[in-house]
């Protein structure tokens, strides 16, 4: 079975200053790992993927997440956070022997203050 | 291209009803997942359609079912509604049995009263 844990459950962070979230996963097998956003009242929205390429990936609104198979880590940042990041963050894993089955972690809510 | 469509946007009923939520995909995409967003238990996989067939079910009760139709619409349906059935439904296409990227609709707010 695998599982993701989103290690913070909120984040403050002020406009312009960088922007981690943390994510660790646990997973049998060789995983595909996402970054999904919900703005409110809104669905999800993909950031970015990871399907065993590159362990650097880099998404939209200059998301990028790194891919860390010794630490089971797939943390998401951004260099400098906009108002407009203000949203729930949702780290993702998906095995092959599970179909489409995504396994969503708790979530992380930003606060983006000005 | 239109994005993946969910009906109705907000339903209301009461404890012991039931309830048919209504997911339209992306044209051409052939595979439909139903999740459950809540703030106790956060988001769940219900569960997965591909061609008609369900492909993969989460641990949900029998009261929750769902099926897909030959254009790839899919339904689901609540039977003998519970307080805690009260949640967020979000549906996710995407192209095939095994494709990376999935998504999602607006999804179907249900409050049961």
Known sequence: AQSVTQLDSHVSVSEGTPVLLRCN??????PSLFWYVQHPNKGLQLLLKYTSAATLVKGINGFEAEFKKS????????PSAHMS??????CVVRVKAA?????????TRVLVKP | KAGVTQTPRYLIKTRGQQVTLSCSPISGHRSV??????????????????????RNKGNF?????????SNSRSEMNVSTLE?????????ASSLGADAYEQYFGPGTRLTVT
């Open chain 1, 25 to 30: 996963y646990s997973s049998s097998y060789s």
């Open chain 1, 71 to 78: 630490e089971t880590s797939f943390h998401l940042t951004k």
């Open chain 1, 85 to 90: 990041d203000a949203a729930e963050y949702f």
């Open chain 1, 99 to 107: 179909g489409n089955k995504l396994t969503f972690g708790g979530g």
């Open chain 2, 33 to 54: 997942s139903w999740y459950q967003q809540t703030p106790g238990q956060g988001l769940q996989f219900l569960f997965e359609y591909f061609s008609e067939t369900q």
């Open chain 2, 61 to 69: 009760p029998g009261r929750f079912s769902g099926r897909q139709f």
């Open chain 2, 83 to 91: 307080l805690g059935d009260s949640a967020l439904y979000l549906c």
